[in-house]
């Protein structure tokens, strides 16, 4: 995780939910509409601030703005009536990473070659949207809900600040993979209010409308039985106070405002319960708006067909930067000023069905009033007269599907790009986190079958069998939830993820045994399955078998030596046993992995101190404090190095900040001793009292040792 800058603000309670009620339906009439130029007017500004905003899994259809009754979103329909409105946007690809990469860069999947979520990073070379503007003078921030987009994906490419901060930073405990639109919008308020009168690109990311559909209240009264629409108000609600703080400081008629999804939800239509399988209209169709009330024309709506791709150019032909080497989209302006009304062509794509589930990959293109589908069993629409596309006329219309065949081949040709494919191997937690979002899978551990690969849409009852194993997890129903997965082990004994379903699922209910025994299974039939490796060795650290951990992590090294989860894993069994020498080893090149891993940069102090290398592991703590001087441990760490090291002044000073941020019986404990040593024994006596009362653990030595050195502190203080 990357936290270049850190900010920790929330919204407000009643107070701030007051002033958002009081000036939100006000900012909707801030001069939405009457504030724009002459009908259809494009007037470049190379001063225009620029909000790229993202609403992760959000359909079209279900918004105000576009004809949805239901809707309860004013803040996205105040944009949309004093803006620009694409009535027939597309993403390339239903997943958030590379759906997202497509907007950063202008490109395709096929050319910037991020396919899917959590085994992808953005290959360095491509030029971003975020690095144009920072060149040119802009700050540049972001602010983003998922773990899909974490930095570690390369999506942070040109940002000074990129907060993905969703909890504490652990080693390779899972937290949590997603924060609330209220939280993010809160963290970008926080960095508007210092920024001062720079021109600035920021980019905040809302991830609400994605599963398991849970709004809060009072959203969740409000629709109930629609728990998706629930999401979406409660995102537009929190995106309010966004738009109240860009007028609080006179910037709404300063800055252009691009709200775009980055993919749908299926919503159970097409076999398909929430997306990233198949590539229907559900799925690809997404909310595109862009406002500038000084710069675009109000209530303007583009009925041809757009493309995320297109967002790169056409921002930055409004702002008048240079445009970027190699960008696939198009500008849009001429669109909106009229002078361009034709449809442009779309590819499309999922590898997550091939990279996941052992099925065939599904690709396509969007070419006047055609949609092509490559498949096992191929897919020919006219989405003019069947938008809902009901009839394949793939068989019945051979004509037309041997030209979409001839333009999907030359947008292949044309489109794809000779970068090396930038590839990564998922850890723990990140397999952990992007389960804990729904995407069951995705490292690719698939054992392919020799012969054709099924079709995607002739498995949508055992996706469906998956998905109602996650939900069933999602509601507590356990008992259904493991037989479903039970299942899909049966059904799918080639893929390594439903080993891995199944055993996370057990050892998250502590029953671990179970969950190793399962993943030993799993290894027995897919010996080459690097993800069964990793977690195993992560299973058997919990029960205690320290040299099977080190054996599955040295097995998982062997296959990648910079592997961030078998690296820490070896280096605890290491510390357990006493191999200072050899954990330190293993904390650095773990470092090298992830050098933002602060609890890794613990260890491996504490490892050097232990190896008798004090100085340098008090020189790594002191660099530690300095990025966050308020975690206590740090400055626990800090007083044992220093004691090692006898510089007793500095130990205590450590210790005594560590018990003024937590009075914790460990932090009361460590500060005694010092304070014994130094001399100051009326006030040791006091903290190792207040240990003896806070501690929790049962009767141990450490506890009968204390008690006894209390009672000879106390007669020596008579």
């Known amino acids: ?55 992760d899994t959000t359909r079209a259809d279900r918004l105000g703005c576009y004809g949805f009754a239901k809707a309860r979103t004013p803040n996205l329909d105040s944009l949309a009536a004093g803006g620009v409105r694409f009535a027939n946007a597309y993403c390339p690809t239903p997943m958030t990473l590379p759906s997202h990469c497509s907007i950063l860069t202008g490109t395709y999947p096929i050319y910037h070659k991020v396919h899917n979520n959590g ?21 540049t921030a972001a602010f983003v809900s998922s773990f899909n987009v974490d930095s570690r994906f390369g999506t942070d490419k040109g940002f000074e600040v990129y907060d993905d901060t969703y909890g504490r930073d652990e080693m390779i405990k899972t937290f949590r993979s997603e924060r609330s639109a209220a939280e993010t919008s809160a963290a970008f308020i926080g960095w508007l209010d210092g920024l001062g009168g720079a021109k600035f690109f920021a980019w905040v990311h809302y991830y609400d409308p994605h599963m398991p559909y849970r709004p809060p209240s009072p959203f969740r009264e409000q629709f109930p039985g629609d728990p998706y629409d629930g999401e979406i108000a409660s995102m537009d609600h929190a995106f309010g106070a966004v738009l109240a ?52 024309p109000a209530g303007k709506v583009v009925d041809a067909r757009v493309r995320l791709i297109d967002i790169m150019p056409t921002v930055l032909d409004l702002v008048k930067l240079p445009s970027v080497k190699n960008v ?49 069993r191929p897919e020919l629409y006219n989405i003019k007269t069947d ?35 930038s590839r990564r191997k998922m850890s723990l937690v990140e397999e952990e986190r992007l389960r804990s979002l729904g995407y069951v899978g995705g490292d690719g551990a698939v054992k392919l079958p020799k012969g054709p690969l099924p079709d995607p849409k002739d498995k949508m009852g055992e996706f469906r069998i998956l998905m109602a194993a996650v939900q069933s997890e999602w509601d507590g129903d ?98 357990a046993r006493g191999n200072w020498a050899e ?24 490892a050097l101190a232990a190896s008798g290398s004090g100085e340098e ?30 510089k007793l002044d500095r130990a205590e000073e450590n210790l005594a900040r560590a018990v003024e941020i937590s009075p914790s019986p460990e932090t009361h404990f460590n500060y005694a001793v010092i304070l014994e040593r130094v001399g100051k024994l009326a006030e040791a006596a006091k903290h190792l009292r207040l240990y003896l009362q806070k501690t929790p653990e049962g009767e141990t030595t450490r506890k009968a040792e204390a008690r006894k050195a209390l009672a000879d502190w106390e007669k020596r203080l008579r």
């Open 328 to 376: 696939q989209g198009a500008s849009l302006l001429p669109f909106i000023e009229g002078k361009r009304t034709d449809d442009l062509t779309c590819y499309l794509e999922s590898y997550y069905p091939l990279e996941t589930y052992g099925w065939s990959e599904l690709v396509g293109v969007i070419d006047k009033d055609w949609k092509y589908i490559r498949a096992p």
């Open 617 to 646: 592991a008090a020189a790594i703590d002191e660099a530690l404090k300095r990025e966050d001087p308020k975690d206590f441990r740090i400055y626990l760490d800090l007083g044992v190095i220093y004691t090692s090291l006898g």
């Open 119 to 139: 085994t992808y990073y953005l290959n360095p070379e491509i030029l971003t949207l975020t690095e144009r503007f920072k060149e040119n003078g802009f700050r």
């Open 583 to 606: 954990s330190v080893k293993y904390y650095k090149t773990a470092l090298d992995v992830e050098p933002e891993n602060r609890m890794v940069g613990m260890k491996y102090a504490y």
């Open 387 to 421: 938008k809902d596309e009901n009839r394949n006329l793939y068989e019945s219309d051979p004509q037309t599907a041997a030209a979409l065949r001839k333009k999907f081949d030359d947008v292949l040709r044309e489109n794809t790009s000779n970068l090396v494919l």
């Open 245 to 296: 703080k860009l007028k609080e400081k006179n910037l709404l008629d300063k800055t252009l405002i691009v709200i775009a999804g980055d993919h749908g939800e299926a919503l159970g239509e097409k076999g398909e319960v929430d997306h990233g399988v198949l590539i229907y209209d559900v799925s690809m169709r997404i909310p595109f708006i862009l406002f500038a009330p000084r710069n675009l």
């Open 1 to 55: 995780m990357s936290i270049r800058k850190k900010r920790n603000g929330r919204l407000g309670r009643s107070k701030r939910r007051i002033a958002f009620f009081l000036l939100i339906p006000a900012a909707a009439g801030i001069g939405l509409v009457l504030s724009a130029g002459a009908a259809d007017k494009v007037k470049k500004d190379a001063g225009l601030n620029v909000l790229l905003v993202t609403l």
């Open 478 to 575: 356990m008992a259904a939830a493991e037989k479903n997965y039970r299942e899909m082990v049966r059904l799918a004994p080639d893929v390594a993820w439903r080993y891995l379903d199944l055993a996370i699922f057990l050892s998250k209910n502590k029953r671990l045994p179970e969950a190793a025994a399962v993943l030993e299974q799993g290894l027995t039939r897919l010996p080459d399955a690097f993800p069964l490796y990793s977690r195993l060795a992560h299973f058997y650290m919990g029960l205690g078998k320290l040299q099977e951990a080190l054996d599955m992590s040295r097995a998982a090294l062997r296959m990648d030596p910079r592997y961030f989860d078998a690296l820490v894993i070896a280096a605890a069994v290491e510390d």
